[in-house]
């Protein structure tokens, strides 16, 4: 039975649909909407712990094709509030696949609205901004009301919802016959796929946000790996000292979120960009090689570049010319602002893990 359904955004702007996924026991879903713009993946971006606070739109217009496998989980649970879809699609084809995408968002209580113009919905964006918004079955004067209250994901530390409680120790596969690191990587909401890389190259421990630079130290590790997060670098507690702390006495590497508490820990400041990045096909250049690497992208806050302070940029998007990574003089340090684990794609930057075994051995 098709359940009518409606979003509105926080500048009044309506979109129509038909409810899918988990119904709210309000019928009202809030949250900052964003738009990604991958082709396949859905499954990945939707697991991604970054997403926490947002509503996820899909701009490709077929969603679900090939359903879902738990293999392709990039977190224990979504933290996405809910998905936008143009199209859902009624059968999946993949021979790997245990279930539908519907059902899946159903049994993970996320809530989603098809049937919209997603078209439309992303040129707004692009135009006025992310915004908060909220959707589902209520009355539209109630999801009014619901996007106008919704606070949006500025200046909210959404990294304590994700990260783990406790420590978890994930053993090496490394393949050749070099003893592995040791990395402890902190869990800002690392992603499945990064953890299967760093276990190529290292024995990992997984320790939670809060964990002080002294406890990473008291493990002694051979490098310290800053994951990938949600929201807003500032309002994340505690973690730019002990970063801080941490430069000079271990090779540090980052994605993401990492990235930018890494250039906050050297003094540099964030903003917020106009609506984020989010997808699959971001064009980066390696300045040291001059290369161009598709890359993998989700954040909506960015580094400022002349704020940057010993440390030089290796990586520049050619979208916007933002900051995408980089490399500290005086100390073992790096970072990039996009995802060069990139499951399920694509792959062109997965040589940073490689770089972050060679920094270890130095």
Known sequence: MIRAAALVLSDGTLFEGEAIGA???????SGEVVFNTVLTGYQEVITDPSYAGQIIT?????????????????SRQPFCRGVIVREMARHRSSWRSSGDLDVFLQEQNIAGLAGVDTRRLTNHIREAGAMSGAFGT?????????????????????????????????????????????VVAI??????TI??????????????ASTTAADVLARQPDGVFL???????????????????????????????????????LGAQTYKLP?????????????????????SQNHNFCVVEASIH??????????????????????????????PEAGPGPHDSRYLFHQFDQLMDC
Request: charged letters at 15%.
């Open 227 to 265: 994951s990938n997060g949600p929201g807003d670098p500032t309002a994340v507690v505690g973690a730019v000292q002990t970063i801080a702390n941490l430069l000079g006495e271990v090779p540090i590497f980052g994605i993401c979120l990492g990235h930018q508490l890494l250039a906050a820990a």
């Open 310 to 339: 010993g440390a030089d940029i290796t990586h520049i998007n050619l979208n916007d010319h933002t900051v995408e990574g980089l490399r500290c003089r005086e100390v073992p340090a790096f970072s990039v602002q996009y995802h």
């Open 275 to 295: 609506f984020g990045h989010h997808g699959g096909n971001h064009p980066v250049r390696n300045l040291a090689t001059g290369a161009v690497e598709i890359t």
């Open 187 to 192: 869990d800002f909401g690392l992603k499945a």
């Open 58 to 74: 899909f701009t490709y217009p077929h969603i679900g094709n090939y359903g879902v496998s738990a293999a392709d989980h990039e």
């Open 138 to 182: 209520a009355t539209e004067s109630e999801l009014r009301a619901a996007a106008a209250a919704e606070p949006g994901t500025d200046g909210i530390d959404l990294v304590a919802t994700v990260t783990r409680s406790f420590p978890e120790h994930f053993a090496s596969t490394r393949a050749d016959k070099r003893p592995p690191h040791r």
């Open 23 to 29: 119904e709210p026991s309000n019928g009202i879903t």
């Open 195 to 208: 953890m299967h890389h760093l276990r190529a190259i290292a024995d990992v421990e997984l320790v939670p």
